[in-house]
């Protein structure tokens, strides 16, 4: 099965930091050569896009909310996109999700809460 996951949720205090993973699990699946989203999701609101990059990993885009807080990065040789988020906030609670564009392939999502 063809599947995009993502790793690395958790609770984390206000001011702290998470690093999310995502990778493409299955035969002949792979993030390699296509752009890669990350969105998230709070309670009883609508997904929203929080950063983007490139095929290369040279081009790179973020959502307001997050400039100067979110990193996205890609290790094309571990076959892995990164989104470092330091800083965090509680409003940035929600379920995180990794995106291939190519294809429309969506992970099940992490959770990440952050509270006091």
């Known amino acids: 099965q063809l599947q995009v996951v993502e790793s690395g949720g958790g609770l984390v205090q206000p001011g702290g930091s998470l690093r999310l993973s995502c990778a493409a699990s299955?035969?002949?699946?792979?993030?390699?050569?296509?752009?890669v989203g990350w969105f998230r999701q709070a309670p009883g609101k609508e997904r929203e896009g929080v950063s983007c990059i490139n095929s290369s990993g040279g081009r790179t885009n973020y959502a307001d909310s997050v400039k100067g807080r979110f990193t996205v990065s890609r290790d094309n040789a571990k076959r892995t996109v990164t989104l470092q988020m330091n800083s965090l906030k509680p409003e940035d609670t929600a379920v995180y999700y990794c995106?291939?564009?190519?294809?429309?392939?969506w992970g099940q999502g992490t959770q990440v809460t952050v509270s006091s």
């Open positions: 299955g035969s002949g699946f792979t993030l390699d050569y296509y752009a």
């Open positions: 995106h291939r564009a190519r294809g429309n392939y």
